[in-house]
């Protein structure tokens, strides 16, 4: 099992939440919250709206998202949903943990004495260089007071 941190449409009660329970793409289990150790840009671009975790450390706000433990299967699936590594790249990022729910490995959460695990984080260097100037975001959603509502890849 590999540890994903999801910040975008993958969250719960998010348009492509649907993806993570849907059990024929793989197993995926809800561990619990957290943010980024290091700041990030988040921005919401193109015409689709989707959220991007812009590579570039040290920049923007501790993004929050939700910490899920995924099987191969999984992770296969989302690096295809994701356009890895062309619209997004599959790196390894610390993740300080808010609040663990996981069981069986809820030690691990409390094993870091700081509370930080590393996790797969989909983000991107590949982006217009006019993306930089975008609204920063520590947190997305959706239907969030932005106005920018996500297009589902259905509806495209």
Known sequence: MA???VYGTLKKGQPNYKHMINTAK???KFQGRGHTVEKYPLVIAGKYNIPYMLNIPGTGHHIAGEIYSVDEQMLQFLDEFEGCPDMYQRTLMRIQVVEWEGKGGAGEARAAADGVLECFVY???TFPPEWVGLPYYDSYDSSG???LAYVLRESR
């Open 3 to 5: 540890r994903v941190f």
């Open 123 to 125: 983000s991107t260097a």
């Open 145 to 147: 007071q932005h106005g």
């Open 26 to 28: 793989g197993l995926a």
